[in-house]
């Protein structure tokens, strides 16, 4: 597959252990927030998004955080697995339509 | 449900050619959206389409246009290509009518100008 950043920050982790990874966004007029997921050779796969009304929100085996003082976003990921090895990318949205804006991504290592 | 569809899945073209790229939402779904993916800029949105109507726009030359039909499938359209043009171009669809808006990702077609 093809290479989708070359110089990304990379958080590796043991199997089984959580994960936390962070992102800034830039608009404090953003009113939603996605996290994806992009595995090489595949489009980005959506995980969870969150409003801006609220400061946190859970999925199967996922949550969200949004501190919207420090305009800061992360996605927990309890009970790594190989299969979470990806490049996870944050997008804020802040108009009426679908535009996102997308964070530079970090990739993630799962060690077995 | 069948997901967004992308084609070509890759291509090449040289320099001071002209590329169309087509996109399939999901069915049911009346946005499209186009982003443009490299390693060095990442993900960046290029336009989107609604109801057949270009609703917001990137920053990207005016070389970069789309369109979205009545079915809304759309094309985006790339002419004189320049060799930084190469990158890999997703398509995004979502449905607005449900309040959310997620976007699900195409494969992408991945372009190459030589």
């Known amino acids: 597959g093809e290479s989708v950043g070359l110089h990304l920050p990379t958080l590796s982790v043991q199997e089984g252990d959580n994960s936390i990874i962070n992102c800034a966004y830039s608009?404090?007029?953003?009113?939603?927030f996605i996290w994806y997921k992009q595995e090489s050779g595949k489009g980005p796969q959506f995980i969870i998004d969150i409003r801006s009304n609220m400061d946190k929100r859970q999925g199967q085996r996922v949550t969200v955080l949004l501190n919207k003082t420090v305009k800061h976003l992360s996605l927990q990921i309890a009970a790594t697995q190989p299969g979470d090895s990806a490049v996870y990318f944050c997008?804020?949205?802040?108009?009426?339509?679908?535009?996102?804006?997308f964070g530079g991504g970090t990739r993630l290592m799962v060690k077995p | 449900k069948a997901g967004v569809t992308q084609t070509p899945r890759y291509l090449i073209k040289t320099r001071g050619q002209q590329v169309t790229l087509s996109c399939s939402p999901i069915?049911?779904?009346?946005?499209v959206s186009w982003y443009q993916q490299t390693p060095g800029q990442g993900l960046q949105f290029l336009f989107e389409y609604f109801s057949e109507t270009q609703r917001n726009k990137g920053n990207f030359p005016g070389r970069f246009s789309g369109r979205q039909f009545s079915n809304s499938r759309s094309e985006m359209n790339v002419s004189t290509l320049e060799l930084g043009d190469s990158a890999l171009y997703l398509c995004?669809?979502?449905?607005?009518?449900?309040?959310?808006?997620?976007?699900?990702f195409g494969p992408g077609t991945r372009l190459t100008v030589t």
């Open positions: 069915s049911g779904h009346r946005s």
């Open positions: 608009n404090s007029a953003s009113d939603y």
């Open positions: 997008a804020e949205k802040y108009n009426a339509g679908n535009m996102l804006t």
């Open positions: 995004a669809s979502s449905s607005l009518t449900s309040g959310k808006y997620e976007q699900y």
